[in-house]
């Protein structure tokens, strides 16, 4: 049977979904906290013996949703109207008090068969640790309530961005792409040391290492997916990489078609910005049939490397041509070790800009253009 969702918070005192309203009981009232504690105008009666829920399971959980069930004893069940839920991130499970003329974070909803749904971007992020504990409340026929003590606390953590959402944020990366630029190198910055290490440890391959945290909380890539970053834009009235980088003053220059090329699958990774006009798009470029390629494969949108928005490889008389957009800023991940033969490395003389780094970068929550309608 299908269970009513649990779309919004007390912090919405009207819903924009009639349907939902049916369903559901989202009512401003002042509740229980967690050890029992109430003020004086919090409208609950003296507590009654309802059956306290226990063995609380949390299962199919997304990036903004999850369900919930739990067992109860059968004693005076069947008074049970309505559940109050506690939602509060991990790292604030200690502020969960309800106090006066507060905006409570907690959920009410009528009593439903479990599992039940509990779906909302306002209330509930990706990629973030929550705790949940429960009461079970009988409304009186005055509106008040008779509550059960809460149930144990239990922990659980969001899930990353689906394919779905990710194409989401593809659709919107397309609209600002702008116009593609031809290109002939991917190019690397890093410090002299960097490539010194290569050599002298590496066996002169550049190795895959873990991308960071930078951009989208959701992005499944982030803290995961492992390859090494290149870019590919040039400079407008040159058609050359900029001289400028926030990331060294040694730049590995190698052919386009060594890394991408008819052998590699290219992938949708994330978009983003950090407070700025400029925005991101990060591509995932993977050997076909590599570890990189299979996790891709599960998580990302795989883009037609001859016709999309962003980079591409087209023939033309026999000869690979490559394309950038415009617009945004590529940041592209080779998923494979990368030989310092295969390429060049010289002395850049441009600047180190620092503030275009995005190492761990956040994004912007508040951007209309990079963010979807989840949790951010």
């Known amino acids: 049977m299908e269970v009513p969702r649990l779309d919004h918070a007390l912090n919405s005192p009207t819903s924009p979904c009639e349907e939902v309203i049916k369903n559901l009981s989202l009512e401003a ?58 939602l509060n991130k991990k790292e604030n499970k200690n502020s969960n008090k309800f106090k006066h003329k507060d905006v409570p974070t907690k959920l009410v909803a009528k009593a439903v068969p479990l599992p039940m749904t509990v779906r909302g971007h306002w209330f509930l992020s990706p990629r973030t640790e929550y705790t949940v504990a429960v009461q079970t409340a009988s409304k009186q026929v005055d509106g008040d ?38 290109f002939s190198v991917f190019y690397r910055n890093q410090h002299k040391e960097y490539f010194d290490y290569v050599r002298e ?37 040159t058609g050359k990489p900029p001289q400028d980088s926030p990331y060294g003053r040694y730049r590995f220059e190698i052919a386009a078609e060594k890394l991408f090329n008819p052998n590699t699958n290219l992938y949708f990774g994330d978009f983003y910005c950090m407070y700025t006009a400029y925005h991101y798009v990060i591509l ?62 010289a002395e850049i003389t441009g600047h180190q800009l ?23």
């Not at 951009?215 to 995961?224: C, E, F, L």
Request: glycine residues 6%; negative net charge; contains cysteine.
């Open 145 to 182: 309530y008779v509550v059960s003590e809460w149930s144990e606390i239990i922990e659980f953590c969001t899930a990353d961005y689906s394919k779905v959402h990710l194409t989401q944020l593809l659709e919107k990366a397309e609209v600002i792409a702008g116009r593609m630029l031809k």
């Open 201 to 237: 440890h590496n066996g002169n391959a550049m190795q895959p290492s873990v991308k960071d945290n930078s951009g989208s909380h959701g992005s499944p890539i982030s803290g995961k997916l492992e390859g090494i970053f290149f870019s590919c834009s040039t400079e407008f009235n």
């Open 284 to 345: 995932v470029i993977a050997p076909v049939g590599s570890p990189g390629d299979e996790f891709c494969k599960q998580r990302l949108p795989q883009l037609n490397s001859k016709d999309n928005k962003f980079l591409t490889c087209t023939e033309e008389d026999g000869v690979l041509v490559y394309h950038h957009a415009q617009d945004v800023i590529l940041e592209v991940i080779y998923t494979d070790p990368v030989d310092l033969s295969l390429g060049t490395v």
């Open 29 to 86: 009232i002042q509740l229980c906290d967690r050890d029992g504690n109430k003020s004086q105008d919090s409208g609950i009666a003296e507590m009654e013996e309802l059956p306290v829920p226990h063995n609380i399971k949390i299962s199919n959980i997304t990036c903004d949703s999850f369900k919930i069930s739990w067992e109860m004893d059968s004693k005076s069940k069947d008074r049970i109207t309505h559940y109050f839920i506690d």
């Open 354 to 376: 620092m503030s275009l780094s995005t190492a761990n970068a956040k994004k912007d929550p508040s951007c209309k253009t990079c963010n979807i309608s989840v949790g951010r």
